[in-house]
């Protein structure tokens, strides 16, 4: 199932900064590029950040990406209580024939 | 912007074959460019790629799944679909369509998804 590594749950206060690790390989993380997916439970996950850092048109800068070797990282700032929801990073793998995988998801909440 | 949704049985017998169907809208099945994608998420809550399907028929598996996987799409009705063959209580799981792109690079990913539809593999 899932590959790529990410802490179960972060948390937060309105108005702090919240960073979420993803962990993986170099068949993945370490020679492609990482995505992000925003998860609000009963709705269709969102893609939030792709190739490692670019923003798709319409979401906040507050969120933003970064990449280095084999683990990734999604930082919100000024986070919001809309932001609670679940965060997923992926990546293409290389391994075998080649297959897109997923991280183990982090709840994020806004206390 | 494009929006996809699943419809199929939400209950399927063991040893039985799981049909799912994905209905585009805002978006073509034909139009080049796009990979239309089936992925699944367990009880768990991990996510897992199945695979997907270009407008032209060709398709790419998930290799633990591709021995028991096909995909088709309908241009008429600008569907796509999924078929899981011998399904088992492992195979109980949400189940979404979604968007994919490959970009001048040749790097995969996903951008748009449907709300998603829970299967229940139960006698």
């Known amino acids: 199932q899932s590959v790529l590594t990410q802490p179960p749950s972060a948390s937060g206060t309105p108005g702090q900064r919240v960073t979420i690790s993803c962990s993986g390989s170099r068949s993945n993380i370490g020679s492609n590029y990482v995505y992000w997916y925003q998860h609000l439970p009963g709705t269709a996950p969102k893609l939030l950040m792709y190739?490692?850092?670019y923003r798709p048109s319409g979401v906040p800068d507050r969120f933003s990406g970064s990449k280095s070797g084999t683990s990734a990282s999604l930082a919100i700032s000024g986070l919001r209580s809309e932001d609670e929801a679940d965060y997923y990073c992926a990546a293409w793998d290389d391994s075998l024939s080649g297959l897109y995988v997923f991280g183990t998801g982090t709840k994020v909440t806004v206390l | 912007q494009v929006q996809l949704q699943e419809s199929g049985p939400r209950l399927v017998k063991p040893s039985q074959t799981l049909f799912l169907t994905c209905t585009v809208s805002g978006g073509s099945v034909n139009s080049g460019g796009h990979y239309w994608t089936w992925i699944r998420q367990f009880p768990g809550k991990g996510l897992e790629w199945i695979g997907y399907?270009?407008?032209?028929?060709?398709?790419f598996y998930n290799p633990s799944l591709k021995s028991r996987v096909t995909t088709s799409v309908d241009r008429s009705k600008n569907q796509f679909s999924l078929r899981l063959r011998s399904v088992t209580a492992s195979d109980t799981a949400v189940y979404y369509c979604?968007?994919?792109?490959?970009?001048?690079?040749?790097?995969?990913?996903?951008?748009?998804w449907g709300q998603g539809t829970l299967v229940t593999v139960s006698s």
């Open positions: 979604a968007r994919g792109l490959i970009d001048s690079s040749g790097y995969y990913s996903v951008d748009y």
């Open positions: 190739k490692n850092n």
């Open positions: 399907i270009y407008y032209s028929g060709s398709t």
